[in-house]
């Protein structure tokens, strides 16, 4: 076992990332003690069952409590009050990181309330499933996936080092970017697509209300891929989009453009269209598998039966 990062981590919300990052730590040897704090009795029930964190806490302030680390594993839209509650709590020298998936607002509603004496570092984990909840957490879920963090002002180099090294021990490639270019490059790559994915499920059920069960007995591999994501905890989702609304609007508005072309191109019959269209996308999807985000498994590697 490797020598720990830090003595004492600290975990607010015990969800899907909270836990994974939790076992990941414990494969590594990544850190000391780790602490955990829920809002809810039920969920630090469940954490204690299980054996999540070695301490799990009352109280938010307990569990920070002496913590070189604490990482606000909550929902985008609490970070701020979060922040507010613990601040008084928190250990000189100590650093703040997160795991959200919007950075501009969560740095802004976070940062006024932490004292100059600890280092704000925001993070982003780019990995997940569409499960949440303390028992939905597995060691494996950030390797080989990118985690972004993104220092703020002023960030301590050495304090951006322990963390980049913790999440490298967690399995995870690291990278450095600033708030806005994250949120942007999130819009495109997750936010936008959870919406049409919604969106469709959404379009699907009006559907299924007219031909009964048809669309869920005949559901193909591109259906059943949206109804994967529409699956995703609703208060999390309504928290990304709302914190990250100039961005998510401005590519939904080249995705509305994109659409009304090839809506055109259908009505009209321009194959030629369609045919170059549908190539170009394809080699995005060659240069995900060849960049090792993902399986070349036909299916995503679920089935042996093509559909
Ligand atoms: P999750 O499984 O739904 O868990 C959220 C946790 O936050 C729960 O333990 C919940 O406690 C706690 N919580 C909610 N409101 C709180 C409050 N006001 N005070 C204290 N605790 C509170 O969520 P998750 O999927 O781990 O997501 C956590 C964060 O990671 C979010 O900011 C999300 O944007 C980000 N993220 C998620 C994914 C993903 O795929 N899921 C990927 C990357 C980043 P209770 O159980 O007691 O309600």
Request: charged share 25%; glycine share 10%; aromatic share 6%.
């Amino acid at each position: 076992m490797s020598t720990p990062i830090y003595n004492r981590v600290a975990l607010i919300g015990l969800g899907l990332i909270a836990s994974s990052m939790f076992w990941a730590m414990k494969r590594g040897g990544l850190a000391g003690t780790v602490t955990g704090y829920a809002r809810s009795e039920d969920t630090r029930k469940t954490a204690r069952e299980i054996g999540l964190c070695d301490e799990i806490h009352d109280t938010a302030a307990d569990a920070v409590k002496d913590a070189d680390l604490i990482v606000l594993c909550v929902p985008v839209g609490v970070m701020g009050q979060v922040a507010a509650d613990i601040a008084p709590a928190l250990k000189p020298g100590a650093t703040i990181s997160d795991v959200g998936s919007v950075k501009r607002e969560v740095i802004d509603a976070v940062g006024p309330h932490l004292p100059d004496n600890v280092h704000f570092i925001g993070g982003h984990p780019v990995a997940g499933t569409e499960h949440s909840g303390p028992q939905s957490g597995f060691a494996e879920l950030f390797d080989n996936r990118f985690t972004l963090l993104v220092p703020v002002e002023g960030s301590d180099a050495r304090a951006i080092a322990d963390l980049r090294a913790l999440w490298e021990g967690m399995g995870a490639l690291v990278e450095e970017m600033d708030p806005d270019h994250h949120d942007l490059v999130l819009a495109v790559t997750s936010h936008a697509p959870h919406l049409i994915a919604y969106t469709m499920v959404g379009v699907a059920d009006d559907l299924r209300r007219v031909t009964d069960s048809e669309v869920i007995k005949y559901s193909a591999a591109g259906f059943r891929d949206f109804t994967r994501i529409a699956a995703s905890d609703p208060t999390m989702w309504r928290d990304v989009f709302l914190n990250n609304k100039d961005a998510t609007l401005e590519i939904l508005g080249r995705f509305t453009e994109e659409l009304f072309a090839l809506q055109r191109a259908i009505r009209t019959g321009d194959g030629d269209h369609l045919y170059d269209y549908f190539t170009r996308t394809r080699a995005i999807r060659r240069g995900i598998i060849e960049a090792g985000q993902d399986t070349d498994a036909p299916d995503f590697g679920r089935s042996k039966v093509k559909t």
